[in-house]
């Protein structure tokens, strides 16, 4: 039975309203396009930036010994470069600097970029992100910078007082090169800290009253920490939002209802902090994430679950956050609730009526399920427990870890069509699921060892910024980056995507060629090549009269059991005694990218059109309501998929009103029990969806579920919407 607590929910303030608006018109929060080319340009994998400083410092130190000083230079480069930017409504200081170029820096920016573009010597290791992580903020809080850029500077001391300089070899000079990027980016990141500081104070010369007060303590307070250990909530928030907020990205704001509690409570005591101003700093610290994070990608936060004694872990701040995401309303932060046999109907029922106000966060997490195969892994219960979703829906452990979120994708439903065209003569649908059996095996493989690549690549020049390794275990110990192996836990996370389309065509071949005999795989094969043309009453008939995954059918229910089992088998295994292989059927927006490039498919779908998202039924193929959806998808063992399984549910808002609400309580619940890992909700109908697409100006704040993530309707690619239109509506 869960903690049963009387929680009040704030309302929002009009200082927060005014702020997120605010953000909408920033640089992030304005982008409709992050991926086009525009007054900053891309060179890297991840959701960042290459500012002028950055291209400027790294040109400046075009002799530093290795490539990766260099990065780490030119990161600090360009944090010295920023200028502190407090706005009007800014309670916490910490802002990503993005200025608008005069004609003359465009010109030298522009230069510069093209010269890198052509350049032999990178910027970034492409393939390899180097976000998806989120970061010991325990150690941030309780240890602070300036203690850990004085541990690197006894590390480099005691590695250049060997008694022999000629003993100095590889791996010793690359402990030595990992101590001093840390030190030139946490160094820099300070600096910019006491500009901050002296800005606020600047500013409060000018301000009076209330506001004069404000400017005041974040003036102090940003003097304080990052650099040394927080003693107070407002400290500790502001010590991670600040962190963060410089760092481009998508680096989430881990489990704040764990680090930040003991503060919070002390300071609730003591009346040095009232609720009001909790949950007003709360909702800004959350708001942050927008102010970094393009809205077609996901960063977010955790709250709910257990420690490593099983105890449920259900505080005010649980509440607290999940509040915020109905105060910001916005796409980021993507928020989650960890659900456990524990859980109270009170929590479940307050996220529900979060959602029921077209809010699209929280997502709901299977906590028992996600520990318990982390255990399995050989993780340590204590560090399993402190799980998160690291971006969208896979999972890491949170400052331990090393996720390679979506390294290879496998195509499903293209390898299953090749299977067919290259083994026409197949004789039965066993046969077809070993043969397709093989294929997987043999893109995974070819992509698993690609990726490897991309990590050595990386490891040599330089990807993520160093200054992140100083709070993930155990770089500081082996004093190595995340790609040279310091992590104490490494996640290669294959995708497998259009699932529940691939299941439904290996049903529509089992049909109509090995069961009816109306067709030969060769006619099939013919027939899709031509997208169905002149065919349409056999596409009809494959949609409306063959089973299809997710109505709880037991004629096709255990083909997605066989080919859920054969990739368990391919793609969930121990590397080496650190390095882990997980899968999952996470899948963004490559459902939509991917179904766009491939043609027909056996399952009815047209060229062009999206396949399945996540493990989720082919879109408005599960007729026989959630109940019926839920045990098909849980009808397989989903716990060693790891890297994301994406369950999107779509009602309509009348199923949220006061007197259904209990019912979508018990289905969360019931998902929970029989095994699911992860399910999100979206409230919102086909009619508003259609509208949108038609006019798009009346609908610019409408937020709807993608694979993962939530983003505006109206941002989204044609295929996308059509995709999120055609789900079935409960």
């Known amino acids: 039975m869960g903690i049963f607590m009387k929680y009040t929910p704030l309302p929002v303030t009009d200082r927060i309203l005014a702020s997120r608006e605010h953000v909408k018109t920033l640089v992030v929060g304005s982008e409709k396009n992050p991926y086009s080319d525009g007054n900053y340009r891309m060179f890297c994998t991840g959701d960042r930036f290459i500012t002028l400083g950055f291209l400027e410092g790294f040109e400046k130190h075009k002799f530093a010994q290795t490539t990766k000083l260099r990065r780490s230079l030119a990161e600090a480069e360009e944090l010295k470069a920023a200028e502190p930017v407090i706005y009007e409504n800014d309670l916490l200081c910490g802002r990503l600097y993005l200025p608008q170029m005069s004609e003359d820096e465009q010109k030298r920016y522009n230069k510069l970029c093209d010269a890198f573009e052509s350049s032999p010597f990178p910027l970034h290791s492409p393939g390899a992100r180097k976000d998806h992580i989120a970061l010991d903020f325990g150690k941030l809080l309780s240890v602070g910078v300036r203690n850990v850029i004085d541990e690197l500077y006894e590390k480099l001391r005691k590695f250049n007082s060997r008694p022999d300089i000629m003993d100095v070899d590889s791996s010793v000079a690359e402990s030595i090169e990992f101590c001093q990027c840390c030190i030139f980016e946490l160094e820099a990141l300070l600096g910019l800290a006491d ?68 503060f919070y409570e002390r300071d609730i005591a003591s009346g040095k902090l009232t609720r009001q101003e909790a949950q007003e700093l709360i ?16 960063c977010g936060f955790m709250v709910g679950g257990q420690d490593e004694n099983g105890k449920l872990i259900e505080n005010e701040l649980t509440y607290m956050f999940l509040t915020a995401l109905e105060h910001i309303k916005m796409s980021d932060p993507n928020g989650a609730l960890s659900v456990n046999s524990k859980t109270g109907r009170e929590i479940i029922e307050y996220s529900v009526s979060i959602l029921a106000k077209g809010v699209t966060h929280p997502a709901f997490f299977n906590d028992d399920v996600i520990v318990s195969s982390l255990e399995k892994l050989g993780i340590a219960r204590s560090e399993a427990v402190d799980y998160i979703h690291s971006t969208c829906a896979e999972i890491t452990v949170s400052g331990r870890s090393r996720g390679h979120t979506t390294a290879v994708t496998i195509d499903l439903p293209r390898l299953l069509v090749e299977t067919v065209a290259e083994n026409t003569d197949v004789a039965g649908k066993d046969e077809l699921i070993r043969l397709f059996g093989e294929k997987i095996r043999e893109k995974l493989t070819d992509g698993v060892r690609n990726y490897e690549f991309k990590i050595l690549e990386a490891d040599r020049n330089g990807n993520e910024p160093m200054r992140i390794c100083c709070f993930i275990d155990d770089c500081m110990e082996h004093c190595r980056g995340l790609y040279g192996g310091g992590a104490k836990y490494v996640f290669i996370q294959p995708i497998f995507i259009g699932f529940a389309t691939a299941v439904d065509s290996i049903t529509a071949v089992n049909e109509l060629c090995f069961i009816q005999k109306k067709l030969t795989a060769s006619e099939f094969l013919k027939i899709i090549a031509d997208d169905f043309e002149g065919n349409e ?109 994406v369950v999107n549910v779509k009602f309509a808002k009348r199923t949220f009103n006061a007197n259904k609400r209990h019912l979508l309580v018990t289905m969360v619940e019931t998902f929970m029990k029989r095994g699911g890992i992860e399910m999100q909700i979206n409230s919102v109908d086909r009619k508003t969806l259609e509208d949108a697409r038609i006019h798009p100006e009346a609908h610019r704040d409408l937020i709807v579920r993608i694979g993962g993530y939530s983003d505006y309707f109206v941002r989204l690619s044609p295929a996308l919407q059509q995709e999120v239109i055609e789900r079935a509506e409960y």
């Open 537 to 645: 009453p056999l596409r009809q008939y494959i949609i409306n009269r063959l089973p299809h995954y997710g109505n709880d059918d037991g004629r096709i229910d255990p083909i997605a059991k066989t080919l859920a089992s054969i990739i368990r088998e391919l793609s969930y295994r121990k590397l080496s005694e650190n390095k882990f292989l997980i899968p999952g059927t996470f899948s963004y927006i490559t459902h939509a990218s991917r179904g766009e490039a491939m043609g027909a498919t056996f399952d009815g779908r047209n060229k062009g059109k999206a396949y399945s998202d996540g493990c989720c039924p082919v879109q408005g193929r599960d007729t026989s309501g959630p109940t019926a959806m839920i045990n098909s998808l849980t009808g397989w063992d989903q716990s060693d998929f790891l890297a994301g399984m």
């Open 283 to 298: 909702d800004f610290f959350c708001l942050g994430v927008s102010d970094r994070v393009f809205s077609r990608a996901a």
């Open 195 to 262: 500009r901050y500081s002296e800005k606020a104070a600047a500013l409060a010369e000018k301000a009076v009253g209330k506001r004069r007060d404000e400017l005041l303590r974040m003036s102090e307070t940003i003097k304080k920490v990052p650099a040394e250990p927080a003693d107070s909530f407002f400290e500790a928030i502001q010590s991670v939002h600040f962190f963060l907020s410089n760092l481009f990205g998508l680096y989430p704001l881990g489990r704040p209802d764990r680090y930040l509690n003991d």
